[in-house]
């Protein structure tokens, strides 16, 4: 195509991948009081078990509905993904080989699929634990100064979300890894190599993201060590094969 024409083409995948986050906007937020509630659900459920009545606060009038706003965009991403990805492999397509569609279709696969994963494992492993340690700090003392939790709902869903989205992409260390091995940037021998320095790296990254606590920065640093390994295996398969001169 000429220039103008790839131009024209882009702004309809745009336009087609904004209506759907649009509409997705709108569906989300309709249920944004659903959706918080299930972001919620691992806190309450803590709550209950130590007796206590599950209930979030905030202290600005304006507070909860920009929360519900937030809750929104969280899941009109979620919703709309799909249809900018499929928008994206639209327009870049017709300008890769068949081959090259074929090496990259596993990748595409496996991106939300990682995703997910990784999302779920914040969800259901490591928030259930990470929460019963933080309000393992609550103390009733009838007759001195208690300590009781008040969480603020914006404060959570910052800290759910971050959580969730950091699991999430560092789930993605496989097809990232793999990728770069396929396009030839490095190879299975370099990444055994730098494995000792892969370990820390994720023990730093899971200090930085996760919130500063030992049950929480190892559920994100053991799978990450461990989709590293993963990643060594799986660029062995996809790993150009070298052809010497005299062959």
Same mark, same amino acid.
């Given at each position: 195509?000429?220039?103008?024409?790839?131009?024209?083409?882009?702004?309809?995948?745009?336009?087609?991948?904004?209506?759907?986050?649009?509409?997705?906007? /709108?569906?989300?937020?309709?249920?944004?009081?659903?959706?918080?509630?299930?972001?919620?659900?691992?806190?309450?459920?803590?709550?209950?078990?130590?007796?206590?009545?599950?209930?979030?606060?905030?202290?600005?009038?304006?507070?909860?509905?920009?929360?519900?706003?937030?809750?929104?965009?969280?899941? /009109?991403?979620?919703?709309?993904?799909?249809?900018?990805?499929?928008?994206?492999?639209?327009?870049?397509?017709?300008?890769?080989?068949?081959?090259?569609?074929?090496?990259?279709?596993?990748?595409?696969?496996?991106?939300?699929?990682?995703?997910?994963?990784?999302?779920?494992?914040?969800?259901?492993?490591?928030?259930?634990?990470?929460?019963?340690?933080?309000?393992?700090?609550?103390?009733?003392?009838?007759?001195?100064?208690?300590?009781?939790?008040?969480?603020?709902?914006?404060?959570?869903?910052?800290?759910?979300?971050?959580?969730?989205?950091?699991?999430?992409?560092?789930?993605?260390?496989?097809?990232?890894?793999?990728?770069?091995?396929?396009?030839?940037?490095?190879?299975?021998?370099?990444?055994?190599?730098?494995?000792?320095? /892969?370990?820390?790296?994720?023990?730093?990254?899971?200090?930085?993201?996760?919130?500063?606590?030992?049950?929480?920065?190892?559920?994100?640093?053991?799978?990450?060590?461990?989709?590293?390994?993963?990643?060594?295996?799986?660029?062995?398969?996809?790993?150009?094969?070298?052809?010497?001169?005299?062959?």
């Amino acid at each position: 195509m000429p220039l103008l024409e790839h131009l024209m083409e882009l702004r309809r995948r745009l336009i087609w991948s904004i209506v759907t986050f649009v509409i997705a906007f /709108a569906i989300c937020y309709h249920f944004s009081g659903a959706i918080y509630r299930f972001l919620a659900a691992p806190l309450g459920e803590i709550m209950r078990q130590k007796g206590e009545q599950p209930h979030l606060i905030y202290t600005a009038l304006y507070e909860a509905f920009f929360t519900y706003i937030r809750v929104a965009v969280f899941g /009109a991403t979620f919703l709309s993904f799909p249809m900018i990805a499929i928008q994206a492999w639209i327009f870049i397509a017709p300008g890769l080989y068949r081959s090259e569609k074929r090496a990259f279709a596993p990748f595409l696969i496996a991106t939300p699929v990682l995703f997910l994963v990784g999302a779920a494992l914040a969800y259901y492993v490591v928030f259930p634990f990470a929460w019963s340690f933080f309000l393992s700090f609550q103390t009733s003392d009838s007759g001195g100064m208690g300590i009781e939790l008040q969480a603020k709902v914006s404060e959570y869903l910052t800290l759910v979300t971050k959580m969730i989205l950091a699991f999430g992409i560092c789930f993605e260390l496989p097809v990232i890894l793999t990728l770069l091995v396929k396009v030839g940037i490095v190879n299975t021998a370099q990444l055994r190599k730098f494995r000792r320095y /892969a370990v820390v790296c994720a023990f730093a990254v899971a200090a930085v993201i996760a919130p500063p606590d030992a049950i929480t920065m190892l559920s994100l640093a053991i799978p990450l060590v461990g989709l590293y390994e993963v990643s060594i295996l799986t660029a062995r398969w996809v790993e150009p094969r070298r052809i010497d001169d005299e062959d």
